[in-house]
């Protein structure tokens, strides 16, 4: 089993900046491969962003691309997604969620995820 545990959302006026954590818990963190969602109200959960076993891929939204980044810090088992210029379509519940992976691949699937947080929510006002 592995925790997952986000945190950093806000209320936060557009062009603003947040930095989202999740932190992770109950196994060798360097064995997942890590993403970021979100799930807007009345809308389907949306990939945002992903990164790769050790940090080296990552691979993001075209809705979010030069924006938002994701790093993660395998010592501190924590990933994070700093997100800048943020606008009112951004305004949803970011979920971290992680997948065990024997290669340096990164997902962009939900549904290849085993592990999620429970969500922060982010609100953009314009």
Known sequence: QVQLVESGGGLVLA???????????????SNYAMGWFRQAPEKEREFVAA?????????????VKGRFTISRDNAKNAVYLQMN????????????????SATG?????????????????????S
């Open 85 to 100: 210029n943020l606008k009112p379509e951004d305004t949803a519940v970011y979920y971290c969620a992680a997948r065990r």
């Open 51 to 63: 990164i790769n076993r050790s940090g080296e891929l990552t691979y993001y939204a075209d809705s």
């Open 15 to 29: 062009g603003g900046s947040l930095r989202l954590s999740c932190a992770a818990s109950g196994r060798t963190f």
């Open 105 to 125: 691949s990164y997902y962009t699937t939900a549904s290849l995820y085993d592990y999620w947080g429970q969500g922060t929510q982010v609100t953009v006002s």
